[in-house]
């Protein structure tokens, strides 16, 4: 389903080619968008509503032009250098913090907004969070420090799991914190666990081959734009192996996975939206917050968790932001 979502948009995307021309010539904004995954049409449309809020609407007052590198990251520089000679006048970035790099390696004048997970003073994009004094602005959404809780969670739901199996992106550049921080929680919460690496569609295959092996009692998923791109394939091996596993949005457990805790993507690309026409109205990047979040969601699919043969722990109901039923 979702490839099929991403070559409509894809085709939309090359239709929109003549159409942003055309809008340069007649005066209306345009706004590039790069995404270092595959477009999301749920969460695009978080991000038009975002737009709207600030008196944006595709195809009236704005057009967006939109470039994917469908997890391949060595296009994306040539993909930024694309959106640059559009001469846009804004560039939105999703998909992971190396669309972010890219595009801000390729312009040091044209507003960036982004949204990662990657910290954008370490990696050069903000001077600081409060005053970003670049180009470049947006929401950092900091997902890699949530591992800990998300496996504490998971123990609450599946207490009898002796061993747990994580699977993590080596590619990632959270990669050494998310692993520090799960073998950290591991450690005091007595848990063992087995952890795993994918940044591929066959990589996945054969950690899943793994995990049945190993007979591993539940799976966390990392945080991750490709595993996020890859949810599809993700959901399906859990719920035909049968595996209680948590992940980092509730667009997995929507679509069919026990539970999720953190940040609501859907959020952060609203606000990416408003970012966007904020700085096509006229404000500056460099003077625009850095966005982060102030509140974590724990969502729990009481169907899948039956499906498993799973009690949740009324502990863990309660404490749930919204229950799937």
């Known amino acids: 389903m979702r490839r099929r979502e991403f070559i409509t948009l894809i085709g939309g995307a090359t239709a929109a080619r003549p159409l942003a021309a055309r809008a340069q010539q007649a005066?209306?904004?345009?706004?590039?968008?790069?995404?270092?995954?595959?477009?999301?049409?749920?969460?695009?449309?978080?991000?038009?509503e975002g737009l709207k809020e600030v008196g944006y609407i595709e195809?009236?007052?704005?057009?967006?032009y939109f470039r994917s590198a469908d997890g391949q990251t060595d296009r994306l520089v040539t993909l930024a250098g694309d959106i640059v000679g559009r001469r846009v006048g804004v560039i939105v970035t999703t998909g992971g913090g190396a669309a972010a790099l890219a595009a801000y390696a390729?312009?040091?004048?044209?507003?960036?907004?982004?949204?990662?997970?990657?910290?954008?003073?370490?990696?050069?994009?903000?001077?600081?969070?409060?005053?970003?004094g670049s180009n470049a602005t947006g929401v950092y959404i900091f997902q890699q420090v949530l591992e800990e809780k998300r496996l504490a969670l998971l123990r609450g739901l599946v207490p009898a799991a002796e061993l747990i199996a994580v699977l993590l992106n080596p590619t990632n550049a959270n990669f050494q914190a998310q692993l520090r921080g799960v073998q950290d929680a591991a450690r005091d919460l007595g848990q063992q666990v087995s952890i795993l690496s994918a940044s591929s569609e066959r990589d996945i295959d054969a950690a899943f081959a793994t995990v049945i092996q190993s007979r591993a009692g539940a799976l966390l998923v990392g945080s991750d734009p490709f595993f996020d791109n890859e949810r599809d394939q993700v959901v399906e091996l859990v719920r035909r192996h049968a595996i209680p596993a948590i992940y980092e949005g509730r667009e997995f457990v929507m679509a069919g996975g026990l539970a999720s805790?953190?940040?609501?993507?859907?959020?952060?690309?609203?606000?990416?939206?408003?970012?966007a026409g904020r700085v096509l109205g006229g404000e500056k990047a460099a003077d625009l917050p850095v966005v982060q979040p102030t509140r974590f969601e724990f969502v729990i699919n009481l169907k899948t968790?039956?499906?498993?043969?799973?009690?949740?722990?009324?502990?863990?109901?309660?404490?749930?932001?919204?229950?799937?039923?």
């Open 27 to 48: 005066g209306t904004p345009v706004i590039g968008f790069l995404d270092g995954q595959s477009f999301d049409p749920h969460l695009m449309t978080a991000f038009r």
């Open 106 to 132: 390729t312009t040091t004048t044209i507003p960036i907004v982004f949204i990662s997970g990657v910290d954008p003073v370490t990696s050069g994009l903000v001077m600081s969070l409060n005053r970003p």
């Open 305 to 325: 968790a039956k499906a498993l043969g799973l009690d949740v722990p009324p502990g863990l109901s309660a404490s749930a932001d919204e229950i799937i039923e």
């Open 261 to 275: 805790y953190g940040t609501s993507l859907a959020n952060a690309y609203r606000q990416a939206g408003v970012y």
């Open 59 to 64: 195809g009236r007052t704005v057009v967006i």
